[in-house]
């Protein structure tokens, strides 16, 4: 989940670049990132809860790890061939954020049920991993990586994919607990 939630807080550490620079807006027209933004994380929460009990778990994260795929594959595409420009630098971090928050609720579940005596303190844990690993983003890897939009947008990939990692490390690890 940090990892994922990194690849969103990248494109929030570099806004004032990315939005300012490399798109030319105005400080008043940051908006433009963020409405998406909220607006998939709203609209990947809401479709979380309709999950809910109707998808297994596996095959939800699944999609959520699609969407997040197909955003930061977009956005390294679009930013490859064509320079930054409205709406289309910002269709990808609404898809984004859509998957990421509709992975959250699941993965935090499945990590506070590994746990149960102690879930208040493995909330906290999975917390602070994830402020941790935003500062890092914030103040060491968003300032090298927001000299460009194709930066930036690999830098997202690169997160989603270590995302992806950890989870399917995590499956196997807690299929081996399981047996």
């Known amino acids: 989940m940090a990892f ?18 490399h ?12 409405v998406p ?6 609209l990947g929460a809401l479709g979380a809860n309709r999950l809910a009990g109707r998808l297994p778990v596996a095959r939800q994260v699944q999609l959520g790890f699609f969407l ?13 061939i064509f320079p930054p420009a409205l709406p289309w630098s910002m269709v990808p971090l609404f898809f984004y954020a859509f998957g990421m928050s ?25 917390a602070f991993s994830t402020m941790i690993l935003s500062s890092v983003v914030a103040g060491v890897i968003a300032p090298v990586l927001d000299r460009s939009a194709v ?9 989603s994919c270590i995302g992806l990692v ?14």
């Open 68 to 80: 997040l795929f197909f955003a930061t594959a977009g956005n390294v595409i679009y930013h490859s």
């Open 151 to 159: 930066c930036l947008s690999y830098g997202q990939l690169c997160f």
């Open 102 to 126: 509709l992975n959250a609720p699941v993965v935090t579940l499945m990590i506070l049920d590994l746990f149960p005596a102690t879930r208040g303190i493995v909330a906290s844990c999975q």
């Open 23 to 34: 798109l030319g807006l105005s400080p008043h027209e940051f908006a433009w990132q963020f």
């Open 37 to 42: 933004m909220v607006g998939g994380i709203f």
């Open 166 to 179: 950890c989870w399917i490390l995590a499956r196997r690890n807690q299929k081996k607990i399981a047996y």
């Open 4 to 21: 994922n939630f990194a690849g969103m807080f990248l494109y929030i550490a570099a806004a004032p670049v990315f939005l300012t620079r």
